[in-house]
C-alpha cells in the first residue's frame, strides 16, 4: 500500500537506488526545464507591465526646453585674434548653427561672439559646448582642435600660469617657457602626444584642453618642467604613468 502512495519523485529515487539512474535523471531535466519556462514566463509578464506603464512624453521643442526664455552666452575676443577669428568664421559659424541648431554672431561694438538659443534649439547643453568651442578657439587652439569639445562630452580646458607653480622673474621666467616649449616645440608636442592633448603657450599662460585625466598627466609634467627638472626625466615619468593609464582602461 506505500508503494502505491509514492509519488513519481519518490519513485524515481527509489528506482535510482535500485540502480536504475536514466529515469531519476529525466524526471530532473522535466523539472528544471518547467522551472525555466516558468521564469521566462514571469520575466515576459514583468516586462509587459513595466513598458505598459512608462510614460511618452513628446520631444520638447527649443522653447519649452529653456522655458519660453532665451539664453545667450558672450566669448569676448582679443584683438590679435581678430584675424583668424574673420579667417575661420566659416568654420566656426557652420558646426555652431547647422549641428547645434544655434544662432550666433560677431557683435562689432562689444568684440563679443554671441551665441544665443533659439526655437530649433533640441539639446539644452548645446550652448555650453558652442562657447567652449568658440572659448577655446579665442585661446589659441586650432579649430580642428576646438570641434572636439562640441563631438565630445569629457573634454575640458584648463588655464594656469607659469607663476602660480613658482614665482620667477626675468630671465629665470623665459627660461622656464623655453624648457616648457623646447628647442623648435620638440617638448610641448611630445607631451601632446603621449598625453593626448593640445597645449598653447601664450606668454606666461599655458592653455590644456584633454580630457580630465589627460590634463593631470600634461599639467604635471610642464609643472616638473617649471621647478627645473630636466626633459629627458619628465618623458620618462609620463610615459611611464602613460603607460599605467593604458594598462588600467
Known amino acids: 500500500m506505500e508503494s502505491e502512495s ?6 524515481s529515487a527509489t528506482m535510482d537506488c535500485d540502480g536504475n539512474t536514466d529515469t531519476f535523471q529525466k524526471v530532473k531535466s522535466k523539472k528544471s526545464n518547467k522551472r525555466k519556462r516558468d521564469a521566462a514566463e514571469v520575466d515576459m509578464q514583468t516586462e509587459e507591465t513595466v ?3 512608462r510614460p511618452q512624453f513628446p520631444a520638447l521643442s527649443g522653447d519649452l526646453l529653456t522655458g519660453g526664455t532665451v539664453e545667450m552666452r558672450k566669448v569676448p575676443v582679443p584683438s590679435h585674434r581678430y584675424t583668424p577669428l574673420k579667417e575661420n568664421w566659416m568654420k566656426i559659424y557652420t558646426p555652431i548653427v547647422e549641428h547645434l541648431q544655434l544662432q550666433v554672431r560677431f557683435n562689432l561694438k562689444s568684440r563679443n561672439v554671441e551665441i544665443r538659443t533659439c526655437k530649433d534649439t533640441k539639446d539644452i547643453s548645446a550652448l555650453a559646448r558652442a562657447a567652449d568651442f568658440v572659448k ?6 586650432q579649430v580642428e582642435d576646438a570641434l572636439a569639445l562640441i563631438r565630445l562630452d569629457e573634454l575640458f580646458l584648463e588655464t594656469f600660469e607659469v607663476t602660480d607653480v613658482k614665482p620667477l622673474k626675468g630671465d629665470h621666467l623665459c627660461r622656464a617657457v623655453g624648457r616648457i616649449a623646447g628647442k623648435g616645440g620638440k617638448t610641448k608636442f611630445t ?9 598653447v603657450l ?4 599655458v592653455h590644456i584642453l584633454g580630457s580630465f585625466q589627460n590634463i593631470k598627466m600634461a599639467r604635471t609634467a610642464i609643472c616638473n618642467l617649471i621647478l627645473g627638472s630636466p626633459p629627458s626625466k ?3 615619468n609620463i610615459r611611464a604613468v ?7 582602461f
Open 6 to 11: 509514492n509519488t513519481p519523485a519518490e519513485v
Open 202 to 205: 601664450a606668454d606666461t599662460k
Open 242 to 248: 602613460a603607460s599605467r593609464a593604458a594598462e588600467r
Open 51 to 53: 513598458a505598459a506603464k
Open 136 to 141: 577655446a578657439f579665442v585661446l589659441g587652439f
Open 234 to 236: 619628465v618623458y620618462g
Open 191 to 199: 607631451i601632446e602626444n603621449v598625453t593626448k592633448t593640445r597645449i
